[in-house]
Structures are given as structure tokens and as C-alpha cells.
């Protein structure tokens, strides 16, 4: 009589917690799921209203999905979602300053290299000049010179012709002079295009280093670990932006709806943060499938 008594609680505990965790599994495949906003860390720079702005985003992006009502706010509600800060947000903060300090270098190096476009254009343009005036100047100089060989020949210059090359040779030692100080400026016009062209060099190595280094560190796709879904609450603990914080609602509500990863890259619901639309995240056919499997007739007795 005892055991008997023994087995009957035991199966009423039994049938119990069968209908919660039924009740737990399946009530989201009818009605939508009461969620409110909890704790949110100052630290992240964001208010309650904002964050909820965002849940609201990342809920619609589920709902038009479906025809109906998925997620419902619920203030007072014990399913919380809260920002909870740590060292990822931290490495975030370094991450943006780092990526500040390309934009810094990037722009330092475009402006240097705008200066040096147009001083080595202006330097060519110069050297045309110069190449076109001293041969004009050699043209002139061989003219005069066979003049005066030609005028020897004959025996020597009237003072009249004596006159007119005097003043010929006059004219082409200014012209000379003229185009010394042509090519003194152009020896400083090609040293400074030079330094400059070494600046960019420098510069673009530098920018370069930069970039690999914050790649390094901070590039690779990163998986959804900046936020987690424990069966009680989310927990959000890491984002860059607020599209990037809508992504991650977005998919830790998947996980509060009770699906698990899918394969395609481009899914809310994959394990990774790469190909998602960011700026306007759009459940795959893969995201939407899961969903229908998870709350199809089958799946439900899974449950049991
Ligand atoms: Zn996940």
C-alpha cells in the first residue's frame, strides 16, 4: 500500500513536470512571449528606453517574419533582457578608439598624398617649361655661333655686324641666366616632391601596420558570445553599434523562441556575426523554417 502510495505521487510529479516543461516549450508557438527590459549597465551609454527601442527593432525583424505577434513587452514581466557590462564591452571600447586612430592616420596620409599629386604634377609642368626653353635657348646659341664662325671665315665683323652680335650674345647670356635659375628652382621643387613622396611611403606603411594590427586583434567574424539566452533572461554583453546591438537581440531572441543554430551564414540564427544584413537584418528561409519545425506537432512531443 505504501509503494503504491509511493508510485502515485511520483507519477503526479511526473505528469507535472511533463505539462510545465510542455507548457514552457510550447505556450511561445501560440502566444507571444512577455519580455521586459532589466538591468542596464551605465557604462554602455545607453538608457532603457534605447535599449528597448532596439528589442523592439529586433522583435519586428522576427514578426515580419510571421503573421503574428511573437514577443510582447511586458514591463514587470521575469523575462528580463539586460546589458550587462564586462571585459568585452571593454575590448569594444579599444577596438572603436583603435579604429579612431586609423581614421586619424588615413586621413593624415590622404591629405599628404593630395599635396604630393599636386606638387609632382606642378614639378612636371615646370620641367616642360624648362626642357622647351632650353632648347629653344640651344637652337638660338648654334644660330649665333655658326654666325660668328661664318663672319671669320670671311675675315672678321663690320662694326655694324660687330653691333648686332654684341647684342645677340648679350641676349643669350640673360637667357642663360634665366634658365640657371630655372633649374635651381626646379632641384628644390624636386627635392620637396621627393620628401613628400617619402612622407607617403611612411605614411602608408604606418597606416598599414595599423590596420593589420587592429585586424589582428580585433577583425575576425566574431561569434554570438556578446550576448546569451539562459532560459531565464538575455544577458547582452558586448556591441560596437546600435545596428550591431539590434543583430544580437535579433538573435538571442531566436534563442529565447527555442531555436538553435542554422547553417546559412546569412540567417539571424547562425552561429556567427559575418554575412547578416546589419543595417537591415532579414530572417533567412533557414531562420523562418526552424521556427515552424520547432512549434510543428512533432516536435512538441520531443518536448516530453
Ligand atoms: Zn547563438
Known amino acids: 500500500m505504501k509503494n503504491v502510495l509511493g508510485l502515485l505521487i511520483f507519477l503526479v510529479v511526473a505528469c507535472g513536470l511533463g505539462f510545465f516543461v510542455y507548457y514552457q516549450g510550447t505556450s511561445i508557438c501560440r502566444n507571444p512571449l512577455d519580455y521586459a527590459i532589466g538591468t542596464v549597465d551605465g557604462r554602455f551609454g545607453i538608457d532603457q528606453n534605447r535599449l528597448l527601442t532596439r528589442v523592439k527593432e529586433a522583435e519586428a525583424v522576427w514578426e515580419k517574419g510571421f503573421t503574428r505577434e511573437l514577443f510582447n513587452y511586458q514591463p514587470g514581466s521575469s523575462f528580463k533582457i539586460n546589458l550587462v557590462f564586462d571585459e568585452r564591452q571593454k575590448q569594444t571600447a579599444e577596438a ?12 593624415m596620409y590622404d591629405q599628404i598624398l593630395k599635396e604630393y599629386n599636386q606638387q609632382a604634377a606642378s614639378y612636371q609642368v615646370q620641367l616642360n617649361n624648362y626642357n622647351y626653353l632650353v632648347d ?18 670671311r675675315g672678321g665683323a663690320t662694326p655694324k655686324e660687330h653691333q648686332v652680335l654684341e647684342a645677340e650674345r648679350k641676349y643669350l647670356e640673360d637667357q642663360k641666366k634665366i634658365l640657371d635659375s630655372i633649374r635651381a628652382e626646379l632641384s628644390s621643387s624636386v627635392l620637396r616632391v621627393n620628401s613628400l613622396g617619402d612622407q607617403v611611403n611612411y605614411l602608408a606603411k604606418q597606416l598599414n601596420i ?24 538575455i544577458n547582452i554583453y558586448q ?55 520547432r512549434c510543428s506537432s512533432g516536435n512538441i512531443l520531443n518536448f516530453f
Open 96 to 107: 572603436n578608439q583603435s579604429e579612431a586612430g586609423i581614421e586619424i592616420s588615413r586621413s
Open 136 to 153: 629653344e635657348f640651344e637652337r638660338k646659341l648654334e644660330a649665333y655661333n655658326s654666325k660668328v664662325a661664318a663672319i671669320n671665315t
Open 210 to 233: 595599423e590596420v593589420d594590427t587592429h585586424n589582428q586583434r580585433f577583425g575576425e567574424a566574431r561569434e554570438f558570445d556578446q550576448g546569451e539566452y539562459n532560459g531565464k533572461e
Open 239 to 293: 556591441f560596437e553599434g546600435i545596428s550591431d546591438l539590434r543583430l544580437v537581440l535579433a538573435h538571442e531572441l531566436g534563442h529565447a523562441l527555442g531555436i538553435e543554430h542554422v547553417e546559412n551564414p546569412k540567417s539571424i540564427m547562425y552561429y556567427l556575426m559575418d554575412k547578416q544584413d546589419i543595417k537591415n537584418p532579414v530572417l533567412s528561409s533557414e531562420d523562418i523554417q526552424a521556427f515552424t519545425k
